[in-house]
């Protein structure tokens, strides 16, 4: 009996352990990991303030770098947008007092919205975090205060999957973030092959870990086939890889 050919997958995680845990991932599922960083960390030495009633943070890295700062939230209640946050929040010695069901600035602002009228809110994460979280929770009558820990840039060298796109040689591609989608079409816009790569990933298995990342997408024109109902990683890829498996597209 003849071996289905591995599955090529791109992903475009940081280029750390991120980008690293990815790969062995997809390497379990028995694809062939196509890792392209279209993203990378710029700290801005900025802490969280610690006087706020609320504290919000949305990303893995943001954590570190508050921690790594020695930040105190004091009596605040801790929010995490979701578990992976929240689980490296806990194993840096913080409480969590809040996760919302759905992980993300919809799901933080559903939970938040009916408790934050008149307090202070700190939202800890980077330059191109979401309108939605700050807009819902000053709606809710909150007075929002945002940090910018961090920058996210392109990294030099980026784009060997716009290529492999182009040339239809992708079989899905995971985006984490919009910020991911703008940076690909961007880095296939300066080669000259943007209409070709979007070709490429609409013959392919297109992944969005929420819905923000499938609307960018989709305003692109790329055609976003898989949205898991946890909004991680490990969710995206195996859901993904098993819709791009020969079996799922006959």
Do not use: N, W
């Given at each position: 009996?003849?071996?289905?050919?591995?599955?090529?997958?791109?992903?475009?995680?940081?280029?750390?352990?991120?980008?690293?845990?990815?790969?062995?991932?997809?390497?379990s599922?028995?694809?062939?990991?196509?890792?392209?960083?279209?993203?990378?960390?710029?700290?801005?030495?900025?802490?969280?303030?610690?006087?706020?009633?609320?504290?919000?943070?949305?990303?893995?890295?943001?954590?570190?770098?508050?921690?790594?700062?020695?930040w105190?939230?004091?009596?605040?209640?801790?929010?995490?947008?979701?578990?992976?946050?929240?689980?490296?929040?806990?194993?840096?010695?913080?409480?969590?007092?809040l996760?919302?069901?759905?992980?993300?600035?919809?799901?933080?602002?559903?939970?938040?919205?009916?408790?934050?009228?008149?307090?202070?809110?700190?939202?800890?994460?980077?330059?191109?975090?979401?309108a939605?979280l700050?807009?819902?929770?000053?709606?809710?009558?909150?007075?929002?205060?945002?940090?910018?820990?961090?920058?996210?840039?392109?990294?030099?060298?980026?784009?060997?999957?716009?290529?492999?796109?182009?040339?239809?040689?992708?079989?899905?591609?995971?985006?984490?973030?919009?910020?991911?989608?703008?940076?690909?079409?961007?880095?296939?816009?300066?080669?000259?092959?943007?209409?070709?790569?979007?070709?490429?990933?609409n013959?392919?298995?297109?992944?969005?870990?929420?819905?923000?990342?499938?609307?960018?997408?989709?305003?692109?024109g790329?055609?976003?086939?898989?949205?898991?109902?946890?909004?991680?990683?490990?969710?995206?890829?195996?859901?993904?890889?098993?819709?791009?498996?020969?079996?799922?597209?006959?």
């Open positions: 009996m003849r071996e289905e050919p591995r599955l090529s997958v791109a992903v475009f995680r940081p280029d750390d352990e991120r980008t690293t845990q990815a790969v062995e991932l997809l390497e599922l028995g694809a062939d990991p196509v890792p392209d960083p279209m993203l990378a960390v710029e700290a801005t030495g900025a802490t969280p303030r610690s006087d706020a009633d609320y504290v919000v943070l949305t990303s893995k890295t943001g954590v570190e770098l508050a921690t790594e700062a020695g105190d939230p004091g009596d605040a209640t801790v929010c995490a947008i979701g578990r992976p946050t929240a689980d490296v929040l806990e194993d840096a010695g913080y409480a969590v007092d996760v919302p069901e759905e992980y993300s600035s919809t799901g933080l602002v559903a939970a938040l919205e009916e408790s934050v009228d008149g307090a202070r809110v700190e939202v800890a994460r980077s330059d191109h975090g979401s939605v700050t807009d819902g929770l000053e709606a809710a009558g909150a007075y929002v205060h945002e940090t910018i820990l961090y920058r996210l840039v392109r990294p030099e060298g980026a784009g060997a999957s716009t290529e492999r796109a182009a040339a239809g040689d992708l079989d899905a591609a995971l985006f984490t973030s919009s910020l991911t989608v703008r940076h690909f079409l961007a880095v296939a816009d300066e080669r000259g092959i943007r209409a070709d790569a979007v070709e490429g990933l013959d392919a298995v297109v992944g969005a870990i929420g819905e923000p990342t499938r609307q960018t997408a989709t305003d692109a790329i055609d976003v086939d898989v949205v898991p109902d946890t909004a991680d990683f490990e969710t995206l890829a195996t859901t993904a890889v098993e819709a791009a498996a020969p079996s799922h597209r006959e």
